[in-house]
């Protein structure tokens, strides 16, 4: 299924100045779709405005993550595109992401599309590299203590780091610590909002839900 915010049309383009800057109509769609027996998802990522942590709701679904802008003759350079890719990748299991263009190309001018395209084929390479080397990977972000019981009033799910979970759960960080052995052999914990895709780095960020 490719969810598509239209281009080209003038009404469109003018109810999406009044979207905002967060287009947060997804979180909304997502957990309907991922209850669904829809196997793919397709949406724009690149320059667009919806919050990549919206993805986490689409857990158990394929995602093909849009990386190219095909409303604009810009060509992407492939470290854009690998860091669209990568911002992603906290988001959606490896497995299940897919690199593709915002929307269809057909009326593009046939060479810029091709460019892109290959633009699209480097980056992806290049995020892989970067993955399989772990090297790059961005720490998830983090939510301040003082918010968590907000959020999780408002989002349903927060990310903390190991000082902050030990606080809020009233241990000691180092009797914490003593489950770290364990974290390679985390299994899937489909109760998680996520579908328990657990970031692989760094150990010690636990990622809970209500
Ligand atoms: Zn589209």
Redesign the pocket.
């Given at each position: 299924m490719?969810?598509?915010?239209?281009?080209g049309i003038q009404a469109n383009l003018d109810w999406k100045k009044t979207l905002g800057d967060q287009w947060r109509q997804y979180e909304t769609v997502f957990p309907v779709l991922a209850r669904s027996s829809i196997d793919q998802v397709?949406l724009?990522c690149l320059h667009s405005h919806v919050p990549p942590d919206l993805m986490a709701l689409l857990a158990g679904k394929d995602v093909m993550v849009g990386v190219i802008d095909?409303a604009s003759d810009a060509i992407e350079t492939p470290e854009t595109v690998a860091e669209t890719i990568t911002n992603a990748l906290r988001f959606v299991p490896r497995e299940r992401l897919i690199a593709c263009t915002?929307?269809?190309m057909a009326p593009m001018d046939r060479a810029i599309a091709l460019a892109k395209i290959e633009a699209l084929v480097k980056g992806a390479a290049l995020a892989r590299r970067k993955d399989m080397s772990g090297a790059t990977a961005p720490r998830p972000p983090l939510t301040p203590p003082a918010d968590v019981h907000a959020r999780l009033a408002r989002d349903g799910h927060v990310v903390v780091d190991a000082t902050s979970l030990a606080t809020l759960c009233g241990v000691h960080l180092a009797d914490l610590a003593a489950w770290r052995r364990y974290w390679d052999d985390l299994p899937s914990d489909r109760y998680l909002r996520d579908g328990g895709h657990y970031p692989p780095a760094p150990p010690l960020v636990f990622r809970g839900a209500q």
């Open positions: 490719h969810i598509c915010y239209g281009y397709s724009e095909v915002n929307c269809g």
